[in-house]
């Protein structure tokens, strides 16, 4: 291969690139067409967080913080026994140290931290990129829902136990 062609390969794609016509979209009235997998910000479902604290003790950024206290629920039914449950105080994620690596989203066990594709939440100061948990539920509302499932699969174990569990008090 000669000096001269990769040269004129270059200048081609140049020429090509000049004479394409450029598409703009108005960015705020269109919003762009993103991958279903994009990673925007996380979202907190608080009601399934047990404060396991699995996410932050597997995060490699140490931007989650989590502080809970132990309260004692009575017990169910009379003669049972009180147990103890773990009350979430405060769930923060600091978004300047954050990777979006998304093992915190891997390896909650109770479906509490979700990916939402929204990626317009540019601060000023970096101070105000902790987001605590009540800014973390309201990103919730921009997560998608998860696709429909293959009609042709196999019913969930849980789903299939759950329902055998209801016939046997339904008879």
Request: hydrophobic content about 35%.
């Amino acid at each position: 291969m000669s000096l001269g062609s990769g040269l004129a390969k270059g200048l081609a794609v140049t020429f090509r690139t000049m004479t394409r016509r450029a598409v703009t979209q108005q960015y705020p009235e269109t919003q762009p067409l993103l991958p279903p997998r994009s990673r925007g910000v996380i979202a907190l479902f608080e009601e399934n967080c047990t404060v396991c604290m699995l996410c932050a003790r597997e995060c490699p950024d140490w931007c989650i913080y989590i502080d809970s206290h132990k309260e004692t629920v009575p017990p169910a039914a009379p003669g049972g026994r009180e147990r103890s449950r773990n009350v979430l105080d405060r769930f923060a994620i600091d978004f300047a140290l954050c990777m979006y690596c998304g093992i915190c989203i891997e390896v909650c066990p109770f479906d509490a931290l979700f990916w939402s594709p929204e990626f317009e939440y540019a601060e000023t100061d970096i101070h105000e990129l902790t987001h605590e948990r009540d800014r973390l539920r309201a990103w919730m509302w921009t997560v998608p829902e998860p696709p429909p499932l293959d009609p042709a699969a196999e019913e969930p174990k849980e789903i299939a136990a759950a329902t055998k569990a209801a016939e046997r008090e339904g008879s």
